[in-house]
């Protein structure tokens, strides 16, 4: 990238973020936005407002999803340039911002040049004053292949769980910003994109003696219970939107998002039952899981799969000859969760499914790129419970049961595992988060109770913003060696962000060599450990 460029790029991402305050519309916080003549309208109550920013999805050679959200019902369009001053642009949209989608819409942009800064401009038009417009919102992101600076990516998982919001005294979501200092090509969030069973309370007491304000719960009053009605579960996705960082970071690093069990509930499968739990007035778990999926779908930058699964969430993005990325979904096709000790597959061991799993060994057989990162919302080798049954016995959330021989859901994963190593599939490294803290597990056969694989590494990041948790108990049948953990003190939990054990993960991708350097950094951008890969070629 030229110095020049660099610079232009930096100009209009400051005008377009905003180093501090906002634009204030309706009562709502707002981003610094560019401003342009507005076209003639009645009154200034008459045009849409923007104020939640703009997301940028699944990257994908020429193509990028752009998504955006109004207060009303409008007509999204979206123009690009590559000029930060847009003396020539593209302009796509007329897509329609209805109530049924919580007022969002998203435009899939194509035919974007390689390597080059794409600067965006979006607006909304209202569909009942004719010609009003709301105040532009702009971002920028760079296509694949810019420049020699190789690959890097972020990733992490857990955003606003166990009731911790967005606080203002601290800073809000600060990991948001410590990911975006990086500038990073993309961004994968491993699931977990809010919690819509997570409480919010306008202040918590704090160990130190300190308080926790939650703010922006006088506008999203849909925080302060569980999410049962499809406005609630839109209203989760809309409040983390109200953070500065969260916009800012939006605007300019395109993500990759997939699902974990708190876009539903907590541990959610087909068999959870709510019939206890005074907090529900819905009981019916599919009730929940239709809603919470329409909102996920309307609030993630994803593109979307075609008619024959139109709510598929697994999916490959290809990122050049040094990456691909196969984002797995753990959760949509499960069984109930059980015990997990069945000693033959059936249908209560299904983890991911034959046809995903299918999708996914064709998938890294065609694969040609260097590396191949498998995006897992749940770790492999960490046993994550989920109470106890009717028996008394151990209920798992996970495909991990407990030390020993391959049982219940681990028949997946070594399925998956065996194939990888013996269809000669190189330098595969899973990432994911989950648990609450960050770690690196080496899975090595010769450890393993299961030896039919070759070796490979395991990264854990998170939580963004959530409670700190961990460690969880590694299980010994894929042989995983714990070579770095990052957990609260002993005897503490659910620790709040403001006590800075949050992590997110950063892969950096050398262009000539190839090598993979993961580092965990905590919210304030520093390195706790990193590890450097060197690939297997030829």
Not at 152 to 173: H, K
Not at 376 to 396: E, H, I, K, N, Y
């Amino acid at each position: 990238m030229s110095q020049q460029h660099e610079s232009s790029r930096r100009r209009f991402l400051k005008t377009s973020a905003g180093a501090a305050g906002g634009l204030m519309l309706g009562g709502l916080p707002g981003i610094l936005l560019a401003r342009q003549a507005p076209a003639v309208v009645t009154s200034e109550a008459d045009r849409p407002i923007a104020s939640w920013g703009l997301q940028i999805g699944d990257l994908c050679e020429d193509r990028a999803m752009i998504w955006s959200r109004a207060d009303r019902a409008s007509r999204l369009h979206v123009e690009w340039s590559l000029d930060p001053n847009f003396s020539t642009t593209r302009r796509i949209g007329g897509v329609h911002a209805l109530e049924t989608s919580d007022f969002t819409a998203r435009v899939d942009l194509s035919g974007l040049p390689p390597g080059r800064e794409i600067y965006l401009r979006t607006t909304f038009e209202a569909l009942d004053s004719e010609g009003a417009m709301s105040e532009p919102v702009l971002g920028s992101f760079r296509t694949r292949g810019i420049g020699d600076r190789g690959v890097r990516f972020v990733w992490g998982g857990d955003t606003c769980g166990q009731g911790w919001g967005i606080n203002p005294d601290d800073g809000g979501m600060r990991c948001y910003e410590a990911m975006r200092a990086v500038d990073p090509d993309f961004f994968l969030h491993s699931g977990d994109t809010i919690y819509a069973d997570g409480v919010m309370a306008e202040t918590v007491a704090l160990p130190d003696g300190g308080t926790w304000r939650n703010a922006f719960l006088d506008v999203v009053p849909e925080k302060t219970k569980v999410a049962e009605t499809l406005q609630e579960y839109h209203r989760a996705y809309l409040y983390n939107l109200y953070d500065d960082n969260v916009r800012r970071f939006n605007s300019q690093v395109p993500q990759i998002w997939q699902w974990d069990d708190h876009e539903t509930l907590n541990n959610w499968s087909p068999g959870k039952d709510l019939s206890t739990d005074a907090r529900y007035t819905e009981k019916r778990i599919q009730t929940l899981v239709g809603n919470s999926t329409k909102a996920f779908l309307d609030y993630s930058p994803m593109r979307y799969h075609d008619q024959t699964e139109s709510e598929r969430v697994y999916r490959k993005i290809p990122y050049g000859e040094s990456l691909d990325v196969f984002v797995l979904d753990m959760r949509s096709y499960r069984g109930p969760n059980t015990y997990n000790l069945q000693t033959e597959p059936n249908a209560d061991t299904v983890y991911m499914g034959k046809q995903q799993i299918a999708w996914l060994k064709q998938q890294l057989l065609k694969s040609t790129a260097t590396w191949k990162i498998i995006a897992a919302d749940m770790p492999l080798g960490l046993q994550v419970p989920d109470g106890t049954d009717a028996q008394g016995r151990a209920r798992f959330e996970n495909s991990s049961n407990g030390d020993g021989t391959v049982l219940g859901r681990e028949f997946e994963i070594a399925d998956i595992l065996r194939f990888i190593k013996r269809s000669g599939i190189r330098n595969t490294v899973w990432l994911t988060a989950d648990v609450h803290y960050c770690a690196a597990h080496h899975y090595n056969p010769d450890q393993a109770q299961f030896q039919d694989f070759a070796p490979f590494w395991e990264f854990v990041a998170g939580p963004l913003h959530a409670g700190t948790f961990g460690p969880n108990v590694l299980d010994n049948t894929f042989g995983p060696q714990l070579k770095f953990q990052k957990v609260p003190p002993t005897g503490q939990s659910n620790l709040p962000p403001s006590a800075n054990y949050q992590f997110f993960g950063q892969i950096d991708i050398d262009r000539r060599t190839r090598e993979l350097t993961m580092a965990f950094k905590d919210s304030s951008g520093a390195v706790v450990y990193t590890k450097s890969l060197e690939p297997e070629l030829g």
